[in-house]
């Protein structure tokens, strides 16, 4: 089920600062995107259908094959950015957005700076200027030390114009760079809409909110010191291309729109809280995402046999949900009835089409309230199994490691502690609980050889772990 982690509100009149984001984690170090502080929030829902949107756009981008992550961000602002094979999206975006074709044009947007190689082409940018920048640096400091070798004020002042002008030439070269990146990604975008057989419009629909809310800030942006061209250009520039297109008029299948209501409905009750989900709700009266709202609002902010008896009701309208039985798990948790949620998770597991390794996690964490030895081995495996599917989900680790203690398996415990803290981007301890699994296990093994290859794991020799 979605965490819910405090939110990070975005003001409008921050709308380009925001999306000048992606260039800046662009040129950052591809690590783990928890060990980067970026709030990632993780739902199996949310992210089975976000895969949904981008894979057909990633098969038309030559990108399928990439191991492409898609990470998502708790931000309110409308935002998506790219670092090395992860696609990063804000929940603002996705609660704002209400078509699924407005965040499949932000992902065909995105892919198409990975299949670009924006990112590197970025770098590249970013060492020219540097040169450019120290260039005229040691110009003007030159024209310093000549001026003060004639007593020459003018030269001396001369050289500290280069010397400055140096440095404002080099950004401005790297953010006319970036703009002419930004503007070929929105034709690629169109490229693979148009091969999906997808409508354009929804990228319009967005770039006009972007103008909107630039306007009501009242901010006054000098469009040369932006990485992002001026969304009135973006609109201009595009506008043709999407009307030319076949697919200008089609909109999406009603049960993607459907699910797409869904998820809007979920960030707004477990992100935003019961007011603001109950303003999205009212917006959609009588429709399943409502009642799906309604039942995860009960839930959190009312009672529980309420919420389970509006859940159980969505479960016989899509007895085949996976995550109506996976909120109905939740709710059997918190009526404290352990083996009722493990009933519940397991049937999630067997209906989940994306796989996803959330939910096996959730039904380990089930079993381990059971509390016998029998439900206790039976949470191992299952714990495992999730994190087979999902090798980053560090708090699963931690759970694992208290399934392994209670069994009073101590070594698999330390393991499975250096796992949560390697995940998490803190290598240090990591490397601490391996060497005491270690202690404990026979040498060679496998989980030995496991413990190894974190305690001799740096960023810079990248050993994979994955």
């Given at each position: 089920m979605l965490s819910r982690p405090r939110s990070t509100i975005a003001q409008a009149a921050r709308v380009f600062a925001t999306l000048s984001l992606g260039a800046v984690v662009a040129v950052?170090?591809?690590?783990?995107?928890?060990?980067?502080?970026?709030?990632?929030?993780?739902?199996?829902?949310?992210?089975?259908?976000?895969?949904?949107?981008?894979?057909?756009?990633?098969?038309?981008?030559?990108?399928a094959n990439d191991g492409i992550d898609i990470v998502l961000v708790n931000d309110q602002s409308f935002n998506a950015f790219v670092t090395g094979r992860r696609l990063f999206i804000n929940t603002g975006a996705l609660m704002t957005a209400?078509?699924?074709?407005?965040?499949?044009?932000?992902?065909?947007?995105?892919?198409?700076?990975?299949?670009?190689?924006?990112?590197?082409?970025?770098?590249?940018?970013?060492?020219?200027?540097?040169?450019?920048?120290?260039?005229?640096?040691?110009l003007g400091a030159g024209a310093i030390a000549a001026g003060a070798a004639t007593n020459s004020r003018g030269l001396a002042g001369a050289g500290m114009g280069v010397a400055a002008g140096g440095g404002e030439m080099a950004q401005r070269s790297i953010l006319a760079y970036q703009r002419t990146?930004?503007?070929?990604?929105?034709?690629?975008?169109?490229?693979?809409?148009?091969?999906?057989?997808?409508s354009g419009m929804g990228m319009l629909k967005t770039f006009h909110r972007f103008q909107t809310a630039l306007s009501l800030s009242g901010a006054q942006v000098d469009p040369y010191r932006i990485s992002h061209p001026m969304p009135q250009d973006r609109i201009a520039n595009l506008e043709v291309l999407v009307k030319q297109s076949p697919y200008v008029d089609k909109i999406d299948p009603p049960a993607l729109q459907q699910r797409h209501d869904m998820?809007?409905?979920k960030i707004a009750v477990y992100m935003d809280g019961q007011a603001a989900a109950s303003r999205l709700i009212r917006k959609m009266p009588g429709s399943l995402a409502a009642q799906y709202g309604d039942a995860q609002a009960t839930?959190?902010?009312?009672?529980?046999?309420?919420?389970?008896?509006?859940?159980?009701?969505?479960?016989?309208?899509?007895?085949?949900?996976?995550?109506?039985?996976?909120?109905?798990?939740?709710i059997l948790m918190k009526a404290n009835r352990p083996k009722d949620a493990a009933d519940a998770y397991a049937k999630a597991v067997s209906l989940d089409p994306a796989r996803s390794g959330l939910l096996p996690v959730s039904w380990g964490q089930a079993l381990m309230a059971i509390g016998t030895p029998d439900s206790l081995k039976k949470a191992v495996v299952q714990i495992n199994n999730g994190l087979g599917r999902d090798k980053e989900n560090s708090a699963g680790y931690r759970y694992l490691a208290q399934a392994y203690g209670e069994l009073?398996?101590?070594?698999?415990?330390?393991?499975?502690?250096?796992?949560?803290?390697f995940y998490s981007g803190n290598y240090k301890d990591a490397k601490i609980f391996a060497m005491r699994a270690q202690q404990q296990m026979k040498r060679g093994e496998p989980r030995w050889l496991r413990a190894q290859d974190i305690i001799n794991y740096t960023p810079s020799n990248k050993i994979k772990i994955k």
């Open positions: 950052a170090s591809s690590v783990s995107a928890f060990a980067q502080n970026v709030p990632v929030i993780r739902d199996a829902e949310i992210e089975a259908l976000v895969r949904d949107y981008a894979r057909p756009i990633f098969k038309a981008a030559g990108l209400e078509t699924p074709n407005e965040i499949i044009g932000v992902i065909a947007h995105e892919a198409g700076h990975i299949a670009g190689g924006h990112q590197q082409k970025l770098r590249d940018q970013l060492e020219r200027a540097k040169t450019m920048a120290i260039i005229a640096t040691l990146e930004e503007m070929t990604a929105d034709r690629s975008a169109i490229t693979y809409l148009n091969a999906t057989g997808q998820m809007r409905v839930y959190l902010f009312g009672d529980i046999a309420t919420a389970l008896a509006k859940t159980n009701a969505l479960i016989k309208t899509q007895p085949k949900n996976a995550y109506f039985q996976e909120l109905r798990g939740d009073g398996d101590i070594p698999g415990a330390e393991l499975a502690t250096a796992e949560g803290h």
